[in-house]
């Protein structure tokens, strides 16, 4: 497709690794924020073709995987009451929640249905007047933009059925906890280009300057990601810590400003509570008091939910670049993508998942063929 | 809302934050929405500073 095969060309990607060498004289450790970027580079296996100075760890910029745990248990629980048609993207559907998934609650006779944008659950709500529709909106900067247009729009429309469990997360706040944890080990962060394309990246200079790091916004093309890791690269080795465009067909410095004003109409920033990481402040978006009547989450109060975490799952740890998928012991043994004990093994997005459809559990050497996976969730 | 093009897949997606776009234009699509225009001079900068590197096999050694 134009625009993508070009930046895929193996010639070019040649030259930039050559010129990744040729700049690196120590090791260093890059963070990947995003999880479409995770996805690249284990399936490009960029990862293993850089020199062995650079060491990129995987972010938690995957928006199924850090979904707080009571946040699917309250989908969990709204999905299975009768009249409730649930309307979701289709990776959240086998996402464990404390013990259930949605999927089994669909098996069970609750009306589930996959959407592929927030504007195909209003639609259903219109059609289905005598329903109560709920959209489990979660995700990053890139899909609150679809989700502030839909409650605004069915605001405007007076669309009485349709509601949001409203889960959004931010980046920026979660760049911030991350460099300000003491047992941070990453030098400089690949900032995620699509959430930079919404919201520009003005929030960025002063995380660069105050944690002393490299911010390059990167796309997610093998040319895109080792353009955005030769930089950060020439940066460290130069000493310098500012944030650099890397992305600039897609992003500019402001961003979509339609976007971030309907965003801050219907949004309100607050503490938002990331799986396996914790709370962060201020790092999430929930419905302002103006979009109360359209937020699941006071439409359907639920009471006794005890959200409970397998012991056995290290996602908070993949998730923070504290370990590899392959370190944590259940990987690939009692957690699989059809049997997942966390987030990060369902989503394409989830590290675990990524690592586990290229076939990386199997030690290298005897790596032939990549095993009969099945294709990722959407 | 307009139709979009994914490489041979017709969508029609919500246009509203990217008022102006035209036909023939480039954008990112998220969750049927356009949220972001591709600058396809940006694009063809890019790919030159990347071809005006050093080749590997011109590396001295
Ligand atoms: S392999 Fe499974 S159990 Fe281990 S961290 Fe990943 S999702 Fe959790």
Redesign the pocket.
Known sequence: MKHLTEFRDPELAGRLLAEIRRTVTRAWVLMEVCGGQTHAIVRHGIDQLLPPEVELVHGPGCPVCVTPLEMIDHALAIAAKPGVMFCSFGDMLRVPGSGNDLLRVKSAGADVRIVYSPLDALALARRHPDREVVFFGIGFETTAPATAMTVHTAKRLGVCNFSVLAAHVRVPPAIRAIASDPGNRVQAFLAAGHVCGVMGYHEYPVLAESHRVPIVVTGFEPLDILEGIRRAVRQLEAGEACVENAYDRVVTFQGNESAQELIATVFEETDRNWRGIGTIPASGWKLRPEYHTFDAELRFPVSGVRPAEPN????GD?LRGRIK?TE?P??GTS?TPWS??????VSSEGA?AAYFHTGRFIPLGLAKTAPDAQPAAL | MGKVDFGGVVKDVCLAYLPGIAVGEYAVVHAGFAISRLDEAAALETLRTFAAMESPNEEPL
């Open positions: 056995s799952c290290r996602s993949v998928p944590c259940a990987f957690c997942p004990l966390g987030a990060t093994m675990c």
